[in-house]
Protein backbone atom coordinates (compact mmCIF):
# COMPACT_ATOMS: atom_id res chain seq x y z
CA UNK A 1 0.00 0.00 0.00
CA UNK A 2 1.59 3.05 -1.11
CA UNK A 3 1.33 6.85 1.20
CA UNK A 4 -0.90 7.85 -1.37
CA UNK A 5 -3.85 4.95 -0.87
CA UNK A 6 -2.67 4.72 2.80
CA UNK A 7 -3.66 8.69 4.25
CA UNK A 8 -7.79 8.55 3.23
CA UNK A 9 -7.92 4.81 5.03
CA UNK A 10 -6.34 6.28 8.06
CA UNK A 11 -8.18 9.57 8.06
CA UNK A 12 -11.47 7.61 8.33
CA UNK A 13 -10.29 5.64 10.65
CA UNK A 14 -9.04 8.73 12.71
CA UNK A 15 -12.58 10.51 11.94
CA UNK A 16 -14.67 9.45 15.08
CA UNK A 17 -18.12 9.17 13.87
CA UNK A 18 -19.31 6.80 16.71
CA UNK A 19 -21.62 7.09 19.22
CA UNK A 20 -20.13 4.74 21.78
CA UNK A 21 -21.05 6.63 25.12
CA UNK A 22 -18.34 8.25 27.47
CA UNK A 23 -17.53 7.52 31.09
CA UNK A 24 -19.53 9.23 33.74
CA UNK A 25 -17.50 11.88 35.02
CA UNK A 26 -18.98 11.76 38.46
CA UNK A 27 -18.35 7.80 38.17
CA UNK A 28 -14.84 8.44 37.18
CA UNK A 29 -14.29 10.95 39.52
CA UNK A 30 -15.40 9.51 42.87
CA UNK A 31 -13.76 6.27 42.03
CA UNK A 32 -10.41 8.22 41.76
CA UNK A 33 -11.23 9.89 44.99
CA UNK A 34 -11.91 6.48 46.76
CA UNK A 35 -8.70 5.46 45.42
CA UNK A 36 -6.78 8.33 46.50
CA UNK A 37 -8.13 7.99 50.34
CA UNK A 38 -7.44 4.69 50.15
CA UNK A 39 -3.81 5.38 49.40
CA UNK A 40 -3.83 8.06 51.90
CA UNK A 41 -5.37 6.01 54.73
CA UNK A 42 -2.73 2.99 53.65
CA UNK A 43 0.45 6.11 53.95
CA UNK A 44 -1.04 7.26 57.25
CA UNK A 45 -1.45 3.95 58.54
CA UNK A 46 2.19 2.38 58.10
CA UNK A 47 3.74 5.73 59.35
CA UNK A 48 6.93 4.50 61.20
CA UNK A 49 7.84 8.34 61.48
CA UNK A 50 6.09 8.34 64.96
Same mark, same amino acid.
Given at each position: ?? #?????? =? /? *?? $??????????? &?? #?????? =? /? *?? $??????????? &????
Amino acid at each position: MS #LHAAVP =A /L *AM $LADDNSNHDSL &NP #LLTGGG =A /L *AV $LLLLLFLATRF &NKDR
